[in-house]
């Protein structure tokens, strides 16, 4: 069986069922297993446990992203992913912890969303 996505081929027991296609793990994340965008007690809990450090507490690829995001003012996710060289789920899985700590935040502006750092 392949992926309906990426057309990998799959072993039996690797086949992930997604709105009745399959998937392999890859791409079933990248479509269907995204962090919420608004979850509060998420935000809650990633402040606690920064316990105020802010950037300070976050892993390499978390620090390049929010540096990055910081440097440029404002920017797009798609100049994220570019500039660090990820996948969109390897970008959402930086992205999340930044968010849920409140360094950053993404703003609509003109119709065009923008990843901006709040600290």
Same mark, same amino acid.
């Given at each position: ?26 791409? *079933?994340? %990248?479509?269907? &297993?995204? =962090? ?6 998420? +935000?809650? /809990? ?39 060289? *990820?996948? %969109?789920?390897? &970008?959402? =899985? ?6 849920? +700590?409140? /360094? ?16």
């Amino acid at each position: 069986m392949r992926c309906s996505r990426c057309g990998r081929e799959l072993a039996e027991d690797k086949v992930y069922a997604y709105q009745g296609k399959p998937y392999c793990d890859d791409c *079933l994340m %990248e479509i269907g &297993l995204h =962090a919420g965008r608004c979850e509060p007690w998420a +935000s809650y /809990l990633a402040t606690k446990e920064l316990g105020g450090k802010g950037a300070e507490a976050l892993t390499g690829l978390q620090k390049q992203a929010y540096d990055f995001i910081k440097g440029k003012g404002k920017t797009t996710r798609a100049d994220v992913r570019k500039n660090l060289k *990820l996948t %969109e789920a390897e &970008l959402d =899985a930086q992205l999340t912890p930044l968010m849920f +700590s409140e /360094l950053v935040k993404e703003r609509s502006e003109a119709g065009k969303r923008y990843l901006v750092a709040v600290r």
